[in-house]
């Protein structure tokens, strides 16, 4: 498939994009590429790479027809982008996280509001089963943000089943493979460790982060297919949860916050462990009406991505 020069470059930026929401827990790199138009096409892509149809491709019309089978340009561009997302995420984004959380929660909010309208409107028609599964996984992942943070466990066994879990999450609009981290008690284990994996090559981070990403390559190779399958069979029935989802993990990411408890983190750093959400005239902010128009910028974002985006439509799923 033919990649045009400013497909390309669309391809890297909706890349980045997903690379940084994933380092931010809350926000997820699936419901990104929900709304920028390549959310089953990447699925598509990623079923095709990790099936065994690969090799018989391989086998039949050699290196071109398996480029092809796979999307492979698609994917080249959309992994770097990605790539340079998650380093991007890693530094810049939790320095973000750690001066100016509440402003950069009020842009993810409107994000999202704006993603559940355009998620659900992807739904063909609304009957009670669509109803039905969108209030059960809006109720679902409500209760997930609610969940107290576990404490995680160091051994490499658990941190491939972490990555399993975790991309599993990345693929599911409004779940957020970080929170997942999060819930898990292993965000402050794999972040630091992909800090010190990209700025000094420590031995031990990069084992980590090896195993991590073992993990996320058997996660892709079983969900994709579950998602693929989903979509061709129920399609209505899972756009309506994944809109469930998103609507749900709205209070994980509402900006505005009161500390219940706090844990500290493995640099010492108090960081909070648990908290409610409060209405913006609570207490007074000088940052909230700065929050307001971050929320309403990240709100209509959506809609003019959905009316810029250039690319042409994904394939069916197979």
């Not at 391809?11 to 827990?25: F, Q, T």
């Not at 063909?124 to 992942?141: D, K, P």
Request: hydrophobic share 55%.
């Amino acid at each position: 498939m033919n990649t045009s020069k400013n497909e390309a470059l669309m391809l890297v930026l909706k890349g980045m994009a997903m690379g940084i929401a994933e380092v931010i827990p809350g926000v997820s790199g699936g419901t990104i590429a929900f709304i920028t138009g390549i959310y089953e096409r990447l699925l598509h892509s990623i079923k095709a790479v990790l099936g065994p149809g690969l090799i018989a491709t391989w086998r039949q019309g050699g290196f071109k027809n398996a480029w092809a089978h796979i999307d492979g340009a698609f994917l080249v561009y959309l992994l770097a982008g990605m790539g340079a997302g998650v380093v991007l995420g890693v530094f810049g984004v939790s320095h973000l996280l750690q001066y100016y959380p509440q402003l950069l929660w009020a842009f993810f909010f409107g994000l999202i509001v704006a993603s559940a309208i355009y998620v659900g409107r992807k739904v063909g028609r609304w009957t009670w089963r669509e109803y039905v599964a969108g209030l059960l996984a809006a109720g679902l992942a409500l209760a997930y943000t609610l969940v107290a943070p576990a404490q995680g466990i160091q051994a490499l066994w658990f941190v491939f089943v972490c990555g399993v879990i975790a991309i599993s999450a990345l693929m599911l609009p409004g779940i957020s493979g970080s929170f997942i981290l999060v819930l898990l008690g292993m965000y402050t284990t794999i972040l630091p460790a992909a800090k010190s994996a990209i700025a000094t090559q420590d031995a031990q981070s990069l084992g980590i982060i090896v195993v991590f990403a073992a993990g996320c390559l058997l996660g892709l190779a079983a969900f994709s297919r579950v998602l693929t399958w989903t979509f061709k069979h129920y399609h209505n029935p899972t756009m309506a949860v994944l809109t469930g989802f998103m609507v749900g993990s709205l209070n994980k990411i509402w900006p505005w916050k009161e500390v219940i408890s706090w844990r500290t983190n493995s640099t010492g750093e108090s960081v909070p462990l648990l908290e409610r959400s409060i209405w913006p005239w609570a207490h007074a902010h000088p940052m909230t009406l700065a929050c307001m128009l971050l929320a309403i910028a990240g709100f209509l974002m959506v809609f003019l991505l959905e009316k810029a985006d250039t690319s042409h439509k994904a394939p069916a799923v197979q």
